[in-house]
């Protein structure tokens, strides 16, 4: 009797283990190279003065060095509980990445978020990459990578709004939201929809520090297409600025991108403005790019990203970035890029994350690296 107990109990242990299997994963990467850059500056300022050449071992040429724990566990009927903790570090310095608050930095600066997924798709709550971001990469040749690509047209953007490049609250659109709900559907015919809201928790002010957007996105025989609207309140005000509900940050997107055989075109347009002032901020930013994979391990991309003001046509900058890699292993890639950006009148689009130029003058970057996961 006592031996079938103990059968039995076994069996129930096993059978509660395959109902709700877990597991826990560290992974990350790292991504480092030489870099070179003819003109300089201190900061993003419109009148930053040219320290003239930089030469320097450089974070993030492709992406940013990264770590990160994510786990889920499947509670079964197609449901899972999952989680992820991601967090940016610089790998010359060992530093952490920026918070949304100039002179903080925080372990966990990207994702730290738990959530649900299942057949209606995925819910996840905390702070998390915008739907957005996932949308601009689909639809840009380079992948909003951190040299020349959508991505660094589009903190341009943000540099011409006055964002200081010291904290991750950008004035227009967002990278990553704090306290922010996500909601991504599962596709339907290639198509898919990704909604956000991130409640502000300012006392007094429902709208105070909100943010909201809705992302549609198609994925299907080799084409990608993306629609994207992002709206915010009370971003990137000085720290004893009161939040008041102020809508002072929208931006609009269409992109697309179309694969044939070896062969990527992609072509995107989009605005950035401050609806509560349009006459402080209003810019566009129009973007082409072209990229052949030569064969599994190695492909060439390069990209066209033109921002201008269009409060002051003076105001306009022209970016063109080539890159190579190579894949010498499923966990190690090689990597070159070059990029040009003229800028005029205060514009200062830089050519790399992290890396300010000196505004209204042309600038060429250079950079050798080796991007490795794990």
Request: no cysteine.
């Amino acid at each position: 009797m006592k031996r079938k107990l103990s059968v039995l109990a076994v069996l129930a242990v096993m059978a509660g283990a395959a109902h709700a299997q877990s597991s826990v994963t560290l992974y990350g990467a790292i991504d480092t190279g030489l870099f070179y850059q003819s003109t300089g500056a201190t900061s993003f300022a419109s009148n930053a003065k040219n320290l003239g050449h930089v030469y320097a071992l450089k974070d993030a040429g492709i992406y940013a060095s990264f770590w990160g724990i994510k786990g889920t566990e499947d509670i079964g009927g197609g449901y899972k509980v999952n989680f992820r903790l991601q967090g940016v570090f610089n790998s010359g310095t060992g530093k952490l990445g920026l918070a949304d608050t100039t002179g903080g930095t925080a372990i966990f600066n990207q994702q730290t978020t738990v959530g649900v997924s299942g057949p209606f798709g995925s819910i996840d709550l905390g702070r998390q990459y915008t739907p957005m971001i996932y949308a601009m990469a689909d639809t840009d040749v380079r992948a909003a990578q951190y040299f020349g690509s959508i991505l660094s047209a589009w903190l341009g953007l943000n540099q011409a709004g006055g964002w200081s490049g010291t904290n991750t609250n950008v004035p227009i659109g967002a990278l990553y939201d704090s306290n922010a709900i996500v909601y991504q559907s599962p596709k339907f015919y290639g198509a898919s929809v990704g909604l956000e809201y991130a409640p502000g928790g300012v006392p007094g002010q429902i709208q105070g520090g909100t943010r909201e957007s809705a992302v549609l996105r198609y994925s299907n025989y080799g084409l990608n297409l993306a629609a994207v609207y992002y709206n915010a309140h009370d971003t990137n005000l000085p720290a004893t600025t009161p939040a008041t509900g102020l809508d002072n940050n929208r931006f609009y997107y269409l992109g697309a991108k179309y694969t044939f055989h070896s062969v990527s075109v992609s072509a995107s347009y989009g605005i950035g403005k401050n609806p509560s002032n349009t006459g402080q901020s209003d810019y566009e930013m129009i973007s082409g790019g072209l990229g052949y994979q030569f064969t599994p391990f190695f492909k060439i991309t390069s990209g066209f990203y033109y921002l201008k003001d269009r409060n002051n046509s003076a105001n306009h900058s022209s970016e063109y970035a080539l890159g190579a890699e190579y894949g010498v292993s499923k966990r190690t890639l090689l990597y070159a890029q070059v990029g040009y950006v003229a800028n005029h009148g205060t514009m200062n689009q830089t050519i790399t994350y992290g890396e300010p130029v000196a505004p209204g003058v042309s600038t060429t970057a250079a950079m050798l690296g080796i991007r490795h996961t794990f």
